[in-house]
């Protein structure tokens, strides 16, 4: 049986909960024409510019942050992470919901593309230790997130978030007193 655009679609929204770039179709020999004429027809969404989701496939609990980091990552886009309250939420380390996405981008970077409304850019340098993958996400590490928290003067969640990183067995004993020492620091310089 001969393999359609759908099917190729198919695989490679897998990955991403349905989600598909153009890029990423691009790659699988599917054109952007191809892509509008299947939003015609309803078999793909655009979500934004560059991504479609899959009409008949129903999103998860984190479709709304892979569709921002596919969105910034589209046309080769930025080193991104979901970062500040968003990385807690990923984690598990917080009860709270964001009204906002937050990612982080590379220091510099420029994305030429209209920002959704639901989604917050911060810019920043993004070392390797920075970014870790939960769930195929790149999400700034606790380290990271506990201490950009601190330094935007949200020390509430930041304290929350170590103390639930360390019951969650995200961080040492050790990392704990030298992330409250640092936060105290911030506090200080304020």
Known sequence: MPRTHLDSLLELASEHDGLVTTQRAA????????????VERGRLERVSRGVYRLAHLLPSPL???????LWAQ???????????????????????NP???HLTISQGARLRRKRPARVMIHQAKLDD????????????????????????????????ALVQARSEGYITEAD??????????????A
């Open 27 to 38: 790659e699988a020999g599917i054109t952007r024409r191809t892509l509008a004429g299947m």
């Open 63 to 69: 479709s709304s942050y892979r569709e921002a980091v």
């Open 74 to 96: 589209s046309h080769s886009g930025p080193r991104v992470a979901l970062s500040y309250e968003t990385a807690l939420v990923i984690l598990g380390l917080t009860d709270a």
């Open 99 to 101: 009204s906002k996405i």
């Open 129 to 160: 230790k920075d970014v870790i993958e939960h769930e195929g996400l790149p999400v700034t590490s606790v380290q990271r997130t506990v201490l950009d928290l601190a330094r935007s003067g949200n020390m509430r969640f930041a304290h929350d």
């Open 176 to 189: 704990l007193r030298r992330l409250s020492s640092e936060m105290n620091n911030l506090t200080h310089e």
